[in-house]
């Protein structure tokens, strides 16, 4: 005698294994876009109107501070050459 779920995993294992699997490549794949997508929307918000200051800009960066340098102007430096502006 045969459970009902028996018998819907009988007929659905191959769609359910597939699925999980495509999940799981798609989570592969989306992972270096959002490194990416996390330090180009902190180097807008850096340049446009100053929504962020060059110190929280520095820690989403994970840029380390220099003496004698502004944090803003490093955080733009970094941005300028991470995007290709100059």
């Given at each position: 005698m045969?459970?009902?779920f028996y018998q819907w995993w009988k007929n659905?294992?191959?769609f359910v294994i597939y699925g999980f699997f495509l999940s799981i490549f798609a989570f592969y794949l989306r992972t270096p876009?959002?490194?990416d997508l996390k330090?180009?929307?902190t180097c807008a918000k850096l340049n446009s109107s100053y929504q962020i200051t060059g110190d929280e800009?520095?820690?989403k960066l994970n840029?380390?501070?220099i003496k004698n340098y502004n944090n803003r102007?490093?955080?733009n430096y970094y941005c300028e050459r991470?995007?290709?502006i100059r």
């Open positions: 045969e459970s009902k659905h294992r191959r876009f959002d490194e330090v180009k929307d800009a520095m820690k840029l380390k501070e102007e490093l955080a991470y995007l290709g």
